[in-house]
């Protein structure tokens, strides 16, 4: 069976894709569907949800259109959580191999810093440092990434650690390839799957993480994000619960499509060890 | 013969990645009450599928034709000409044998029934068994319970002990489950099952993890715990081929010593056929999931009639000269 | 006695350098930030440029990083870690004032989450591809995917705005005179929310792995073993496959620490909880370096403790740790 029909036959991972491509559909579209700031104010304050065609979800505290804010969040949501994870494989990848490769002091100095890193929780360190710096987009993507790189650095070492004692890369060796090109060029293509294969969870928790950035208050201010609009619609929590609970469940949807997308792919393209 | 189990057409297919795989082929099977029959093949001759057929213990996904009969008998009593053992009885102490079937009368058994309270796991759920040729028997049914009536010993005893619990539990709890004793009478009785099973120092045993013992303690074990709640079939799946030689000889002596005083029926399964003839009275040559020869262990060793069973004879003859059993020892 | 003490020694060692490479890590970011803490100081409450030179010098800020970071590794050693621009008060009282609070929510939402966790994921595993099992499986995915703080803001709906069961937030009543076993009634109830909201999301972490774990350990050896023993079903899920699944999630647990601690921030400012996670969000509101330093060392600090005291859990729970070949 090919592998997209595996795909397709498994019910989690179509629903998955599914929620997937609505997110993406949202985010595209974005820009043509809600021309304009979409901060700008649409209509009379707090106006409830399915009362006017033009404003199918109402308006929040200040008189925004809540439709258009929900699909330009998915941007932000969309563009921080593939930045994010690809920023933090990308380095995980590297200071993996390395330092499985080189071993000894290299090792060690590399594992004593993942250590630092995986010591201190993460959302204290991006807070940290999106309030030292500044909030932007760019900053809250280097934020997240700085939490959550270390994961993939271990798998990366812990993979680099058993591939390198195998013949091809003693082969590399024998006819002079420099060591940083066998590391790179031979050892990390063959280190990337199971790296890869926590791609899904890492995404999940950047769209969450900078979720809950911009819900205290470190988002880009610039920018609409789900976490923001829940943050706001706290301040009318008891009168309009409404404006807290729709990003919420966006965020949810969202994460789980991410999930699901992601555990289908791994199923299908992981290679089949010995039968159960 | 009084026939401790009957196997007639027995077919086995595994179901992996969509394809169908022949494990057994229409066997057809006598076990004599007390006797010890070993069964010899290669990989893939079916034999560990033939042991976990009649053990109750195939997965869900394995397909289950003909059938498998169980009739009791009353126990046998003690004094009852036994094989002479070539080892001298030393263990003082002997465990109960325990209690047979013998209230009902000797009424044959499809399979695919299993106690409601039994130990069936997530995997088996409901054999998809079918029986052929029609109606199951409704009658009051001796349904061949792991533990009480059959106990198995597997190849590998560093896997198929539970490393995260003391041995003396692991023996302790089949007795409790059976024989209804409280855990202190099980753990004084698992400690004589380490003695009868030649471990020393049973009281530290007890306490200790699988993974302080050797591979042969860890199989006399196993041993311990198959026999623990006093089956009446033992059956050993390649009991001794993860074990060095000269262990592996000790563990035939015992396992041959322990069936003789229990009065058990041994099913000694094996790729060794000489491993096979010191200690089996029957034998039967398996090869791709069919019987292909059985009969007495003289009958095979000296005058074999297949091809096949020559040839797995022919490849044992080894450097030393010596003849591949003591055929003064053998008895009809 | 002595493996676990031995282990304890070398970890030890080895954490107290982790501790050296976050100390100057962070105080080399919280360096970069522009401005410091005169800087908000002086945006609250106003003041000249003389006024600023002063308060540099008497804050030590004038000298060079350097210096600084030697200063502040000094004072490290006495346990003192600098004075809070914020509260005006020595930040290890602020930190120690908090830090039960925090502690307390913690524990709780691990012991729920953990607890809660592993029992519906036995009761999962106990019949891997069943019904229940599915179901949970999916649930436990859903719940997985729910922002913390959102969910916290939904439990304050339904149950403080709505239903009125508890409190919205804070720990405990204020300037109310109780004592006792009333007073931890009330802070119970008061925090029965925010260790919902905290413990639901990592309960679906706890599920997962114990259903995964149990799948994997039904297809042991051991497990058919047990079954060739005529052992009850309850017995081999529970003594056998649990048993042996359990130890993955422990393990876990240390590694959830840290996350819980930032699971925290969010889940103490909804609910206003006056803890240490609350303490950042205020630290970095009001741009107090020090304090926030000063946490996140804190937060280290605990995550190492607690995965120290974890390991210790492990060794007795997995007899192969440490151990050397007993038997010939």
Redesign the interface.
């Known amino acids: 069976m090919s592998q997209p029909c595996r795909f397709l036959r498994t019910p989690e991972a179509v629903a998955g894709a599914i929620l997937l491509a609505a997110l993406i559909a949202m985010a595209l579209s974005a820009s043509l569907l809600f021309p304009g700031d979409p901060q700008a104010i649409a209509g009379p304050a707090l106006l409830p949800p399915f009362q006017a065609w033009s404003l199918p979800l109402g308006t929040d505290r200040l008189g925004r259109d809540v439709l258009a804010e929900l699909f330009h969040g998915a941007r932000t949501s969309l563009a921080v959580g593939l930045a994010a994870a690809a920023a933090a494989l990308v380095v995980g990848a590297v200071v993996g191999t390395l330092a499985g490769f080189a071993g000894g002091l290299v090792d060690e100095v590399l594992m004593r810093i993942t250590d630092a890193f995986q010591t201190v929780p993460s959302f204290l360190l991006a807070l940290a440092f999106v309030s030292v710096v500044g909030p932007s987009l760019g900053i809250v993507v280097i934020a997240i990434a700085l939490g959550t790189w270390t994961g993939p650095a271990r798998v990366a070492r812990a993979e680099v650690l058993s591939i390198r004692e195998r013949d091809y890369v003693a082969g590399a060796r024998v006819i002079g390839m420099h060591p940083l090109a066998i590391a790179f060029r031979e050892v990390l293509p063959n280190a990337l799957p199971p790296v890869l294969a926590m791609s899904s969870v890492i995404v999940a928790a950047a769209i969450l993480t900078e979720a809950a950035l911009s819900f205290l208050g470190l988002g880009d201010p610039n920018r609409v994000t789900w976490g923001g609009m829940i943050a706001e619609g706290r301040t009318v929590l008891r009168t309009a619960p409404f404006l807290s609970i729709v990003p919420g469940i966006a965020l949810v949807l969202t994460v789980l499509g991410v999930y699901l997308a992601g555990e289908g792919i791994v199923e299908t393209t992981a290679v089949r060890r010995g039968l159960s | 013969m009084t026939a401790l189990a009957t196997i007639r057409d027995l077919t086995v297919t595994y179901r992996?990645?969509g394809s169908e795989v022949a494990a057994l082929k229409s066997v057809s099977l006598d076990i004599a009450a007390g006797e010890r029959l070993a069964i010899i093949g290669e990989s893939g001759s079916g034999k560990s599928t033939l042991a976990l057929a009649i053990?109750g213990?195939l997965p869900a996904s394995a397909r289950i034709g003909g059938r498998i009969d169980w009739f009791s008998h009353p126990p046998p009593r003690l004094g009852t000409k036994a094989p002479p053992s070539v080892l001298p009885d030393i263990s003082p102490a002997r465990g109960e044998i325990g209690s047979f079937a013998d209230s009902s009368p000797s009424a044959p058994l499809a399979i695919g029934e299993g106690r409601d309270?039994?130990?069936?796991?997530?995997?088996?759920g409901e054999m998809s068994g079918r029986t052929e040729g029609g109606a199951k028997d409704r009658q009051p049914k001796i349904v061949p319970?792991?533990?009480?009536d059959?106990?198995?010993v597997?190849q590998?005893p560093s896997?198929?002990?539970?490393?995260?619990?003391t041995i003396g539990k692991q023996i302790a709890?089949?007795a409790r489950?059976?024989l209804g004793l409280t855990w202190a009478q099980a753990y004084a009785k698992a400690k004589n099952l380490l003695e009868r099973v030649r471990l020393p120092d049973p009281d530290s045993a007890l306490r200790?993890?699988p993974?302080?013992?050797?591979g042969g303690?860890k199989q006399r074990v196993?041993i311990a715990?198959?026999i623990a709640?006093g089956p009446k079939l033992l059956i050993a799946d390649e009991a001794t081929s993860a074990l060095d030689t000269i262990v592996q000889a000790e563990i035939v002596a015992l396992i041959r010593h322990l069936v003789a005083e229990d009065g058990m029926t041994l099913l000694f399964i094996s790729h060794d056929i000489a491993l096979a003839a010191e200690l089996a009275e029957r034998i039967a040559v398996f090869r791709y999931g069919q019987l292909v020869e059985l009969g007495t262990t003289a009958q095979i060793i000296n005058a074999s009639s297949q091809a096949y069973t020559r040839a797995l004879l022919d490849a044992h003859i080894g450097l030393d000269t010596k003849p591949l059993l003591n055929r003064a020892e053998l008895h009809a | 006695m002595t493996r676990a003490l031995t282990l304890l020694r070398r970890r030890l060692v080895g954490s107290v350098f982790v501790l050296l490479i976050v100390v100057v890590g962070t105080f080399l970011l919280l360096e970069a930030a522009p401005g410091d803490a005169v800087d908000a100081y002086i945006v609250s409450t106003g003041g000249d440029a003389g006024m600023i030179e002063l308060l540099r010098h008497r804050w030590g800020l004038d000298q060079s990083e350097l210096t600084r970071l030697a200063n502040y590794l000094w004072a490290l050693l006495h346990f003192d870690l600098g004075q809070s621009v914020t509260f005006s008060r020595p930040i290890r009282d602020v930190i120690l004032e908090r830090l039960p609070n925090t502690l307390l929510l913690m524990v709780s939402a691990t012991a729920l989450s953990f607890g809660l966790g592993s029992a519906l994921g036995i009761y999962a595993g106990a019949r891997p591809g069943s019904f229940r099992d599915r179901f949970l499986s999916i649930g436990s995915l859903a719940l997985y995917a729910v922002p913390g703080f959102w969910l916290g803001l939904v439990l304050i709906v339904v149950f403080a705005v709505d239903l009125r069961w508890l409190p919205i937030g804070g720990i405990e009543t204020l300037a109310s005179d109780k004592t006792g076993l009333d007073r931890a009634a009330d802070i119970a109830v008061h925090l029965a929310l925010p260790v919902a909201a905290l413990g639901f999301i990592y309960l679906a972490l706890y599920l997962r792995m114990m259903r995964a774990g149990m799948a994997e350990v039904w297809r042991e050896d051991f497990v058919l073993a047990a079954r060739a023993k005529g052992l009850s079903r309850r017995r081999i899920v529970l003594a056998h496959v649990a048993r042996n699944a359990l130890l993955p999630l422990v393990t876990m647990l240390g590694l959830q620490s840290a996350q819980m601690l930032g699971g925290s921030v969010v889940i103490e400012s909804v609910f206003s909880v006056p803890g240490l996670g609350r303490l950042a969000q205020e630290a970095v509101a009001s741009r107090d370096t020090p304090l926030l330093l000063g946490i996140i060392l804190t937060s280290a600090v605990l995550v190492i403790v607690i995965n120290l005291l974890v390991d210790i859990a492990y060794a007795f729970l997995d007899p192969r740790v440490g151990a050397s070949e007993t038997g010939t």
């Open positions: 992996r990645d053990a213990l309270e039994g130990a069936i796991s997530p995997l088996a319970l792991g533990g009480r059959i106990g198995f597997f590998d896997a198929s002990l539970d490393p995260v619990m709890e089949v489950t059976h200790a993890f993974h302080q013992l050797s303690q196993a715990a198959a709640a």
